[in-house]
Nanobody, 125 residues
Framework: QVQLEESGGDLVQPGGSLRLSCVPSGLTLPHNTIGWFRQAPGKEREGVSCISTSDGSIFYADSVKGRFTIIRDNAKNTVFLQMNDLKPEDTAVYYC??????????????????WGRGTQVTVSS
């Protein structure tokens, strides 16, 4: 059974940093693409970042380029999302999920069984 678990969400002031972690069980990273998406109240789901296992392509949403970094640590079987210079508009529930990744998008699998339960990130002074 595949499960993904996120952690690291918190309340942070604008300009602050957080590191989210995603630990999958029932699968290993080198053979599976895991990315991040976020969902804010009243907004559409947004793919944030991913690393493709097929060709190593990395995707970042325009809204986070230059501020977020995705890190895949195969030895720890963990995917990190380092978030710097956080802004109030980054406030959302962040999910890691299995999905499809290219240099231009991340699309999580439609079956939510392959998503984590999410971790809340709130950016506010």
């Amino acid at each position: 059974q595949v499960q993904l678990e996120e952690s690291g969400g918190d309340l942070v002031q604008p300009g602050g940093s957080l590191r989210l972690s995603c630990v999958p069980s029932g699968l290993t990273l080198p053979h599976n693409t895991i990315g991040w998406f976020r969902q804010a109240p009243g907004k559409e789901r947004e793919g944030v970042s991913c690393i493709s296992t097929s060709d190593g392509s990395i995707f970042y949403a325009d809204s986070v380029k230059g501020r977020f970094t995705i890190i895949r640590d195969n030895a720890k079987n963990t995917v990190f999302l380092q978030m710097n210079d956080l802004k109030p508009e980054d406030t959302a529930v962040y999910y890691c999920a299995l999905g499809f990744c290219s240099a231009t998008f991340f699309s999580p699998l439609s079956n939510s069984a392959y998503w984590g339960r999410g971790t809340q990130v709130t950016v506010s002074s």
